[in-house]
């Protein structure tokens, strides 16, 4: 192959990968978009197909199924929620508002997921996953005062902040309770705070005894 022809051939190639690319998106965006507002059990392939503009053999080569497509859409959803999420060390305030902007927009989503859980073993794998991110957020989010205990403190702190801030506290709130967002957000800032400065305490009246 002469170097005259393999550059137009690369490009070729290239142009049909960015393709191939932009439909696996459009059929994870539409798969998405179904999963925010359907149960995942009565999501069909044909749906997915027909929103994304593709065939069911389209979907079925690139990602297998329903199951391939949940596991590649985790990594797009986590990064979603991680933007949504971002906000500054310290303050509480605005590190609750994010985290209710997130939950207004997947919440309801996750609930069913979870309700769904031990009937799909995909599931198993990508819940468990964002339970792991969530406690990471949490861990980056009050790092400056988890700093301070000791290990088995910082895990009992850890723990009890990974459930204020959690989906089913959410739903609790927002869902079973009524709450407004508003009244949801004070919520989590009490407990938050409450948490903390519990943990504060004990750390140190445990140095004030040593």
Known sequence: MTPATASPRRYVQRVRAEAAESTAR??????????????FDEITLDRIAAKAGVTVQTVVRRFGGKDGLLADSVQ???TQINTRRASPPGDVGRMVENLLADYE?????????LALEPRHAALKAALGFGRSEHRRWVSDVFAEPLETLDAAARRRALDALVVATDVYTWKLL???????VGATAATLVRLVHATLAEFADSDHTRKERR
Not at 26 to 39: N, P, Q, S
Not at 174 to 180: A, E, L, N, P, T
């Open 174 to 180: 927002r869902r079973d309770m009524g709450h407004s």
């Open 26 to 39: 459009r059929i994870a965006d539409a798969f998405l978009a179904l999963l925010m507002d359907e149960w």
């Open 105 to 113: 927009e997947t919440g309801d989503a996750i609930v069913r997921l």
């Open 76 to 78: 797009t959803l986590a």
